[in-house]
């Protein structure tokens, strides 16, 4: 069985035995003990013991292999001065799909009218994070100090840290030279721990999925099945049809083969509902199977995992119909026009700031004029949409990258339609490991 497979086997099984765990945890017939073992030993032990350590391991490696694979990728183009051109392409594509999401959210939910017969608690209560100033956001993704920002993981000062650094190499001469070849053999030791990470996925993914769902069960999506359902089908829609038109007409290429290559991206993505942590493996898919070269791989990745937010961009949008509708507000088009606005620019306005979806979706409420505690109606639900959303948007960086890529001349396109490229990534691990025991024989 293909590592892919392995790992939406874990993925299923984790939620059919979490769901399971659920449903016998909350029986009336569970004794005291059986309870106890279940939500304590097994729950909130085993699987937290291992879903954590296996988030943590793909926290690990996202700066050093962001800062490594842009400092690549800008020495390399630091000559040609097409950073300039990259960039640009990227921000309007991220920029550009926020917008079209978004707006796809707001006219499907609208049509639909998901809290239009919704009888909900509507005093709940939800206090919203203050986001910061935009001229503090400006100036907070420049480094005062880049060890420290790696430290913190602050994805964008790092990127700037590293677009510089990178720049300077292609400018220094022999030193230059000397360097980027080092930070080119430590690019890949650093994908090569990837691929040892990625032969452990199946069991990571099983625990975290399996933990969700036994705390949570699928109960909760029944309370807001029309807002649940409404949002996962522009998601899916968004994430398959808009992505694929725009592959299609940008690039001629397939996006059936595009999409066929990204289930292993989606099932990290859906279980650990974050950008950041499965950056290591949408980095990898993008370069070894998509045929991305690093130039562009190395600087649309990282920069999509930071600010693309088409996933959060579309929640947004359903959320404020499903608010407005539930307390009875009736939404001008100007109304409409400034949540379109105020989500496309906040994608890339708090980008940096934990728990963002519900910050920008607090700012794109009291913009439009709606009661922000609204946002407690919903929150049942936001985990398990916040997993889909996340795989929308690493399918996003993906397409951008091969966009950007194509138009750029920097795109293998034998490796995109190869159907076996990098489908083992663990067996260059035990290559490495069968070398290392014969040298020692």
Same mark, same amino acid.
């Given at each position: !069985?293909? +590592?892919?497979?392995?790992?939406?086997?874990? !993925?299923?099984?984790?939620?059919?035995?979490?769901? +399971?765990?659920?449903?016998?945890?909350?029986g009336?017939?569970?004794?005291? *003990?059986?309870?106890?073992?279940?939500?304590?030993?097994?729950?909130?032990?085993?699987? /937290?013991?291992?879903?954590?350590i296996?988030? =943590?391991?793909?926290?690990?490696?996202?700066?050093?292999?962001?800062?490594?694979?842009?400092?690549?990728?800008?020495?390399?183009?630091?000559?040609?001065?097409?950073?300039?051109?990259?960039?640009?392409?990227?921000?309007?594509?991220? +920029?550009?799909?926020?917008?079209?999401?978004? *707006?796809?959210?707001?006219?499907?939910?609208?049509?639909?009218?998901?809290g239009?017969?919704?009888?909900?608690?509507?005093?709940?209560?939800?206090v919203?994070?203050?986001?910061?100033?935009?001229?503090?956001?400006?100036?907070?993704?420049?480094?005062?100090?880049?060890?420290?920002?790696?430290?913190?993981?602050?994805?964008?000062?790092?990127?700037?840290?590293?677009?510089?650094?990178?720049?300077?190499?292609s400018?220094?001469?022999?030193a230059?030279?000397?360097?980027? *070849?080092?930070?080119?053999?430590?690019?890949?030791?650093?994908?090569?721990?990837?691929?040892?990470?990625?032969?452990?996925?199946?069991?990571?993914?099983?625990?975290?999925?399996?933990?969700?769902?036994?705390?949570?069960?699928?109960?909760?999506?029944?309370?807001?099945?029309?807002?649940?359902?409404?949002?996962?089908?522009v998601?899916?829609?968004?994430?398959?049809?808009?992505?694929?038109?725009?592959l299609?007409?940008?690039?001629?290429?397939?996006?059936?083969?595009?999409?066929?290559?990204?289930?292993?991206?989606?099932?990290?993505?859906?279980?650990?509902?974050?950008?950041?942590?499965?950056?290591?493996?949408?980095?990898? *898919?993008?370069?070894?199977?998509?045929?991305?070269?690093?130039? %562009?791989?190395?600087?649309?990745?990282?920069?999509?995992?930071?600010?693309?937010?088409?996933?959060?961009?579309?929640?947004?949008?359903?959320?404020?119909?499903?608010?407005?509708?539930?307390?009875?507000?009736?939404?001008?088009?100007?109304?409409?026009?400034?949540?379109?606005?105020?989500?496309?620019?906040?994608?890339?306005?708090?980008?940096?700031?934990?728990?963002?979806?519900?910050?920008?979706?607090?700012m794109?409420?009291?913009?439009?004029?709606?009661?922000?505690?609204g946002?407690?109606?919903?929150i049942?639900?936001?985990? +398990?949409?916040? !997993?889909?959303?996340? !795989?929308?948007?690493?399918?996003? /960086?993906?397409?951008?990258?091969? %966009?950007?890529?194509?138009?750029?001349?920097?795109?293998?396109?034998?490796?995109?339609? /190869?159907?076996?490229?990098?489908?083992?990534?663990?067996?260059?691990?035990? /290559?490495?490991? =069968?070398?290392?025991?014969?040298?020692?024989?």
């Amino acid at each position: !069985m293909s +590592l892919t497979n392995r790992i939406l086997l874990g !993925m299923l099984a984790g939620i059919l035995l979490g769901s +399971l765990l659920n449903l016998i945890g909350h029986g009336s017939a569970v004794d005291g *003990t059986l309870r106890t073992i279940i939500d304590e030993w097994l729950v909130g032990g085993v699987f /937290d013991v291992i879903g954590r350590i296996f988030v =943590a391991s793909l926290k690990l490696l996202v700066v050093p292999l962001v800062f490594v694979s842009l400092v690549c990728g800008s020495s390399s183009l630091g000559d040609s001065a097409r950073m300039g051109p990259i960039a640009g392409k990227t921000l309007l594509f991220y +920029l550009a799909t926020t917008a079209i999401a978004v *707006t796809v959210a707001l006219v499907v939910a609208v049509f639909i009218g998901p809290g239009s017969s919704v009888q909900l608690d509507s005093s709940a209560a939800f206090v919203a994070t203050e986001p910061p100033p935009l001229k503090e956001v400006l100036v907070n993704i420049f480094p005062a100090n880049p060890i420290k920002a790696m430290a913190d993981g602050e994805m964008l000062q790092i990127i700037v840290f590293a677009l510089l650094f990178g720049y300077a190499l292609s400018r220094a001469g022999d030193a230059g030279r000397r360097m980027a *070849t080092y930070f080119s053999d430590l690019e890949v030791v650093v994908m090569k721990m990837v691929g040892v990470l990625m032969a452990f996925a199946p069991w990571g993914v099983f625990a975290l999925l399996a933990r969700l769902f036994a705390e949570m069960g699928l109960g909760a999506i029944l309370d807001l099945g029309a807002y649940f359902l409404t949002v996962l089908g522009v998601l899916i829609f968004h994430g398959t049809v808009t992505y694929g038109l725009i592959l299609k007409t940008f690039t001629g290429l397939p996006p059936k083969v595009m999409l066929k290559k990204m289930r292993s991206v989606w099932a990290f993505a859906f279980s650990t509902a974050s950008s950041g942590a499965t950056l290591p493996i949408t980095l990898r *898919t993008v370069e070894k199977k998509l045929g991305v070269h690093n130039s %562009v791989a190395g600087f649309t990745i990282p920069l999509g995992a930071t600010i693309n937010m088409d996933g959060t961009a579309i929640m947004q949008g359903v959320a404020t119909v499903f608010i407005a509708q539930v307390y009875g507000f009736d939404l001008s088009m100007t109304a409409y026009i400034t949540v379109i606005l105020t989500a496309t620019l906040a994608s890339v306005g708090t980008a940096a700031v934990p728990g963002v979806g519900l910050i920008t979706l607090a700012m794109v409420l009291e913009q439009a004029g709606l009661p922000v505690e609204g946002i407690a109606l919903i929150i049942g639900v936001d985990r +398990l949409l916040d !997993m889909v959303r996340t !795989m929308v948007n690493v399918t996003g /960086d993906a397409t951008a990258s091969v %966009v950007v890529a194509r138009s750029e001349g920097q795109f293998d396109e034998e490796v995109f339609y /190869d159907p076996d490229a990098d489908a083992h990534p663990e067996s260059a691990v035990a /290559d490495s490991d =069968a070398a290392v025991a014969g040298s020692r024989a």
